[in-house]
């Protein structure tokens, strides 16, 4: 791993070390992760994320689809909604309950384009973070982020 030589001044170097470690290993199967949808499906990580999302509650307001995201700010979450809407794997109605607020859903199509695309997903995450790894390591990972997730600001 490379990192920028430097002499810190409030952390030891082997946690700078984790540090870089958590950004590159985040960078590097994300990449790889986005080279493998954008090939066989024309469609970035965030997006899929989307699709993702919206497969666990359907039909969602963008505004609540897009508070649940990790990877994308609402701005970019309403364009890239949109893009989908346009590619024809979303689409848009009222709701019922409220006619200013519009609910995302897939269409039909849009339905089999998203498992393809979740299956895909889910076999990179396989190859490129579950397959090197050990059952100690994701373990390792999970506690990590349990831990980080309930830090103090």
Not at 6 to 34: C, E, F, M, N, Y
Not at 120 to 126: A, L, M, N, P, V
Request: aromatic share 4%; charged share 25%; net charge negative.
């Amino acid at each position: 791993m490379k990192v920028p030589a430097s002499k810190p001044l409030l952390i030891s170097p082997d946690q700078v070390d984790g540090w870089w470690a958590l950004l590159s290993i985040h960078s590097t199967v994300t990449a790889r992760i986005d080279a493998v949808l954008m090939q066989r499906h024309q469609i970035s990580s965030s997006a899929c994320e989307i699709l993702c999302r919206l497969e666990e509650s359907e039909p969602q307001a963008v505004r609540a689809l897009a508070s649940q995201l990790v990877t994308v700010s609402p701005t970019r979450a309403s364009r890239l909604v949109q893009e989908q809407i346009d590619a024809g794997h979303l689409e848009r109605g009222a709701d019922q309950g409220d006619g200013r607020v519009s609910l995302i859903s897939f269409t039909k199509d849009g339905r089999e384009y998203a498992d393809a695309v979740k299956r895909t997903f889910e076999e990179s995450i396989k190859k490129f973070l579950i397959d090197p790894l050990d059952d100690k390591d994701i373990a390792a990972l999970t506690s990590i982020w349990a831990k980080l997730e309930n830090a103090s600001d």
